[in-house]
T-cell receptor, first 111, second 117 residues
Framework: RKEVEQDPGPFNVPEGATVAFNCTYS??????FFWYRQDCRKEPKLLMS???SGNEDGRFTAQLNRASQYISLLIRDSKLSDSATYLC????????????FGQGTTLQVKP | GAVVSQHPSRVICKSGTSVKIECRSL??????MFWYRQFPKQSLMLMAT?????????EQGVEKDKFLINHASLTLSTLTVTSAHPEDSSFYIC?????????????FGPGTRLTVL
């Protein structure tokens, strides 16, 4: 079983749609949680951190459920520029800072 | 913001040659840097943790004699792929962390695309 699992998609949605991505992680000792965005043939970039209390940044909302070991990302009012791969990332509780990446979910927003 | 550079951005080499990739933190010092590899349509996989002034820590399944890592200064780590073969063709990405690696954000370099013929 992968440590971080995501539905690879692709998710094809029209502009203006609301889309939700889900992610599960297997290590209950996981300490920190993130969503990264990766454009084709580029490096990943931090989109937002994820907290149990929820985290909202403009059109993006992230949520963590520790009991279910489940992370979500909601994108409202999708823009063409949101087309990318969204990576669910977990940092295990340790002093190494190692990040574990999910496979990524591909989003394609169409006009 | 924090900037990490990688050089070269793209390299094509013949099988059997060695390739060195540099990762630099341009505006901060990084005791810890990480090296990842990403195959097409797959996620980033951590290869090793590079620690300034000490030996790198390799992930399970990564050959330390094939992927040589040197972190000689607080702003530079190098990854050398020795005797490269076509199966080593991949996207290699580094990241650097200012301060405490377990608490702070990793900043990623733009990646190096390696093609071994």
């Amino acid at each position: 079983r992968k440590e971080v699992e995501q539905d690879p998609g692709p998710f094809n949605v029209p502009e203006g749609a609301t889309v939700a991505f889900n992610c599960t992680y297997s290590n209950s000792a996981s300490q920190s949680f993130f969503w990264y965005r990766q454009d084709c043939r580029k490096e990943p970039k931090l989109l937002m951190s994820v907290y149990s209390s929820g985290n909202e940044d403009g059109r993006f909302t992230a949520q963590l459920n520790r009991a279910s070991q489940y992370i979500s990302l909601l994108i409202r009012d999708s823009k063409l520029s949101d087309s990318a791969t969204y990576l669910c990332v977990v940092r295990i509780s340790s002093n190494t800072g190692k990040l574990i990446f999910g496979q990524g979910t591909t989003l394609q927003v169409k006009p | 913001g924090a900037v990490v550079s990688q050089h070269p951005s793209r390299v094509i080499c013949k099988s059997g040659t060695s390739v060195k990739i540099e990762c630099r933190s341009l505006d901060f010092q990084a005791t810890t840097m990480f090296w990842y590899r990403q195959f097409p349509k797959q996620s980033l996989m951590l290869m090793a943790t590079s620690n300034e002034g000490s030996k790198a820590t390799y992930e399970q399944g990564v050959e330390k004699d094939k992927f040589l890592i040197n972190h000689a200064s607080l702003t530079l780590s190098t990854l050398t792929v020795t005797s490269a073969h076509p199966e080593d063709s991949s996207f290699y990405i580094c990241s650097a962390v200012p301060g405490l690696a377990s608490a702070n954000e990793q900043f990623f370099g733009p990646g190096t695309r390696l093609t071994v013929l």
